[in-house]
């Protein structure tokens, strides 16, 4: 844990230095906390932690909190927090979203350095959702202040860095790629079934459930042995939108759900393929569903939208499954590559991403 300079383009460590990492209501949800905990582990190898986390928020929810090992204080409100950073001796501070950078930034009078976990295009998110122009328009603004108050920025996606380029004409130098990573491994003593489908996940309208049923059905009328298992809690949902579907498809779907890494990894580990679907939106155009790692971890081939962050590009690069139009039929012969082959390159992919030298080349260069 020692303070970090770049010399001669080396990574050399002189006297320690603390990172102060922010947790407030809205990095609290099961999934932003689960990737969360895992950049603050990261940080936590190379720096002294602490965490500074909302009092209002359930400490419950921290699963893992403890294991880290890092130093805990609570602060009350947004003055609080301000009076709690700018009494540390820490000069770097780790926020998970950009209303944090947008409301912190007066602290870089102080000296203090900011640095955002750039989870996604909090904007357009918004508009998805609310559909108030009036708000993408606000916080475009926020976000692109928050961008330039940044002395570096965590990605999920290397697609985020065009979109930021594009849409504010900023080049962000300072950068690491950490996108949402699998911990799944492929149990190599389960045969994989033959023509055998999976989709793993909910049966909201933006995971495109009705993609997965058109293209299956296509896939059926020529391979009669085909089948397709949903692993998903929106039995009720998806056993509905099968309903009207012919006896022969219907007769190969089925659905369940699965509570536990275990089972997740053996019934993964039996599938050839895996669906995954998005419309062609800016948010999944940036985005790095844990979906698609999660299938090629476990040795499935992925059939993935043309349009889906990084993921459909490497797909197409390295013929790791098939990139689907949605207009012509997918030819499963195209795909060769072994279920050992692909988890090798998705381990050799993680190897690069994990890194050590990540965050201290990202804290390092944002002190010069």
């Not at 962000?172 to 989709?199: A, G």
């Not at 009720?236 to 309903?243: A, E, L, V």
């Amino acid at each position: 844990m020692k303070k970090s300079r770049i010399t001669n383009g080396k990574i050399t460590h002189n006297i320690m230095e603390k990172i102060l990492v922010i947790i407030d209501k809205y990095s609290c949800s099961t999934a932003i906390w689960t990737a969360y905990k895992k950049h603050i582990f990261s940080i936590s190898k190379n720096f002294q932690v602490e965490l500074m986390i909302d009092e209002n928020v359930n400490m419950d929810v921290l699963d893992g909190i403890n294991d880290i090992g890092s130093s805990i204080t609570t602060y009350s409100g947004t003055f609080g927090l301000y009076k709690k950073i700018a009494t540390s001796p820490a000069r770097k501070i780790y926020l998970p979203h950009i209303l944090l950078v947008s409301t912190l930034s007066p602290l870089k009078l102080l000296k203090k350095e900011l640095y955002l976990w750039l989870q996604g295009i909090l904007p357009e998110e918004s508009y998805l959702k609310n559909k108030s122009k009036a708000r993408l328009k606000i916080l475009s603004h926020i976000e692109n202040y928050s961008l330039r108050m940044c002395s570096g920025i965590t990605i999920v996606s290397n697609s985020m860095l065009g979109h930021i380029n594009k849409k504010y004409g900023i080049k962000i130098n300072n950068h690491l790629l950490i996108p949402c990573l699998s911990d799944l491994k492929y149990n190599t003593n389960i045969e994989k079934e033959h023509m055998s489908f999976v989709y793993v996940g909910g049966a909201s309208e933006w995971q495109k459930i009705d993609l997965v049923l058109s293209e299956f059905k296509k896939i059926k009328e020529k391979n009669l042995d085909a089948k397709l298992d949903f692993i998903s809690k929106d039995k009720d949902k998806i056993t509905n939108m099968i309903s009207d579907l012919p006896d022969n498809i219907k007769s190969s779907i089925k659905i369940y759900s699965i509570n536990n890494r275990d089972d997740m990894e053996k019934s993964l580990s039996l599938y050839q393929y895996g669906f995954l679907f998005r419309d062609n939106i800016e948010v999944n155009n940036v985005s790095s569903p844990i979906k698609f790692c999660e299938y090629i971890s476990c040795g499935i081939k992925p059939i993935i939208s043309d349009h889906i962050g990084d993921y459909s590009l490497w797909v197409k690069n390295e013929n790791l499954g098939i990139v689907c139009d949605h207009k012509s039929d997918i030819n499963l012969d195209n795909i060769e590559i072994s279920p050992l082959e692909l988890v090798k390159k998705y381990d050799n992919y993680c190897s690069s991403i994990k890194s050590n030298s990540g965050f201290m080349k990202l804290f390092t260069l944002g002190n010069n």
